[in-house]
């Protein structure tokens, strides 16, 4: 950094001894305003003339070096076209050892991604095919205050050399007498450019000595398509390369569920690698542009905000498959992590899919959410890509994911009519596609709900090995072991997946865990921390609520669960917890209230058995509960698989009824896994 300085001062103290030639003069109009060094502004945007630093809407935005110095450039030039060889004598003079297409679009894939535009449909840089650019947004200017853009913080630097101190060596028009003292002052200007440039050349983007990373998220990757219809299409890229990365075993990779929360989001890299606990971040665009989609991703470390990989991927999008591998092993490699052959072969696997059936796939996934209406929606775009991709087996796992949701206590469709489904549409998956760890996870879950311990076991194993990154699978593999009984073990695996999901349901099953192992005042704090990151998040909600009504404290129960019965779309299941929560608290009519409006809802639709079982437990009517149990049995209810651990059964645990029920689940003997 001396050298730098140096250099920069003996060049500031020799301008004042040559002249320039006209042609040179010309060259530094790109980069030096004509204009007072003020700020430039441009929508929401603000730009320092000075600096480079880039505000918007008062905030700054990052953006390296080399796209800043370009940014400059093209508002310098504002409705002038910048040829692409302009830009290369400038920016990028050939000692810098840099590929100049690749890193010029780059840069101008970055600097669209900060501002927000479109190459189809740009509102500030235009392209110019096989010419160059043009900035051709509306620009006012005006003299800069250093308070105002914030410049001590300047523009953010990268461990390489920045381009304006390699530049080409001027001609100058030396005055006379200055010729020896100029010569000396280059030689030795010679010798430092060269030795900074060529360790430049051998460490080009890395720190020294940079800790190694084995860990990192993926953020949502912003559409700049210009088309907020699109959105599907960057929600489900991301959410692609999130599952190429998650197959590598030496790398913790964070679950889409957590990553989603940072969509939007004003929280710098370094604030989200410390809140998700990672070494290195992900984030990138994709533009669609007719049938091609361009995805442009870079890595940045984390605790630094240091960008050190960059790259621009170009598909069809039938293509796009290939398009994910390539990203996933880009970044394998750039972070040097240990790729076993097994997980190689499964990161580079990728085979033509239809384009309309790879884009009716990613409407479904979007489509996605928590309730009936958008599920049977999911559904209807999953059935449309099979019928145009019978072998596209993506489609399969999310048909299978969005019959499961259907089957939630929070939707409540009958399980007897989703569970075949799930069943059908995941060994379908299996079948075109052994390695999907999705389709394994989703076949576990249904194999429990009916009681086939074993088979679940055997699936979720194969679900963890073949994804261990996948927060679903070992969530459901904590669930198969408090099932059991094996409350120790399954808090274990709860906490693994809260590690790759830290700000999904991650959180909630680790406090479902300690409510059914007793411990219900860890059990609130971990729901508590939940909420106060997810306010409306009915399933911590709901948890909360139980645990509450457990501990003796009845009235706050009661305040969690109506407010998990309003956002749950009145939940017959939240109903039926709500019911015991206003019996324990001595609300007795309201209970009552209550448990009429559960039993008018079963007159015209499906009211889960375990809502009522829950009801008449409050009450402590052990008979009316029985005749629950055993139409609970009959449906195959969720509820029957807690019933070694569920606290709110510890009335009925003596009773030869109900141990006899454990037997006819299956949960009278232990199931052995190599775990």
Sequence with gaps: MKSMTWINEWRADLNSGYTRSPGEQEKEALISPTQSRGIARFGPFALDLRTGALMRDGRYERLPQQPAQLLLVLVNGRGKLVTREELRAQLWPEDTFVDFDHGLNNAVNRIREVLRDSAASPLYIQTVPRRGYRFIGELDEEE??????????????????????????????????????AAGLAIALGVVVTAVSLKWRAHPTVSQ??????????????????????????DGMTEAVIGRLSMIHGLRVISRTSVMQFKVTQFSVPEIARTLQVDAIVEGSVIREGSRVRVNAQLIRGATDEHFWSETYDRELGDALTLESDVAQSISRK?????????????????????????????????????????????????????????????????????????????????????????????????????LAEAHTLLASMYMRQWQWAEAGVEYRRAVELNPNDAEAHLGLSD????????EEALAWARRGRELDPLGDSGSNVGWTLFSARRYDEAIHELR??????????????????????????????????????VSDHSPGVMGALVRAYAKAGRRRDALRL??????????????????????????????????LERAYEEQSNILIYLKVFPFFDSLRDDPRFKSMVHRVGLDREYQSSF
């Design 595 to 628: 448990l009429g409006e559960l039993k008018r809802r079963q007159q015209t639709g499906y009211v889960p058995s375990g809502a009522f079982l829950n009801a008449y437990l409050g009450f402590g009517d052990n008979d009316q509960a029985f005749i629950w």
């Design 209 to 234: 000595n940079a800790p190694p990373i084995t860990s990192l998220a993926v953020l949502p990757l912003k559409n700049l398509s210009g088309d907020p219809a699109q959105e599907y299409l960057a």
């Design 335 to 435: 972070v040097e992590v240990t790729v076993t052959g097994e997980d190689h072969a499964r990161l580079v696997a990728a085979r033509p899919v239809a384009p309309e059936a790879y884009e009716t796939y990613l409407k479904g996934r979007f489509a996605n959410r928590n309730n009936r209406a958008d599920l049977e929606k999911s559904v209807a775009y999953f059935e449309e890509s099979i019928r145009q991709d019978a072998t596209f087996a993506p489609a399969y796992v999310g048909l299978a994911a969005a019959y499961g949701k259907l089957g939630t206590i929070f939707v409540g469709v009958p399980p007897r009519e989703v569970r075949p489904k799930v069943i059908s549409a995941s060994r379908k998956a299996m079948e075109l596609d052994p390695e």
């Design 480 to 487: 198969w072991m408090l099932c059991q009984g094996r409350t």
């Design 144 to 181: 800069a205050a250093a308070p105002e853009m914030g410049v001590e913080a300047s523009v953010p630097t990268q461990p390489a050399l920045p381009s304006a101190e390699l530049e080409a060596p001027r001609r100058f028009v030396f005055r006379q007498g200055s010729q020896w003292i």
């Design 529 to 566: 921390s939940v909420l106060a990151v997810r306010p409306h998040d009915a399933l911590a909600l709901w948890y909360l609520g139980l645990v509450l009504t457990a501990n003796g404290q009845a009235e706050e129960a009661i305040a969690a669960l109506e407010k998990a019965f309003s």
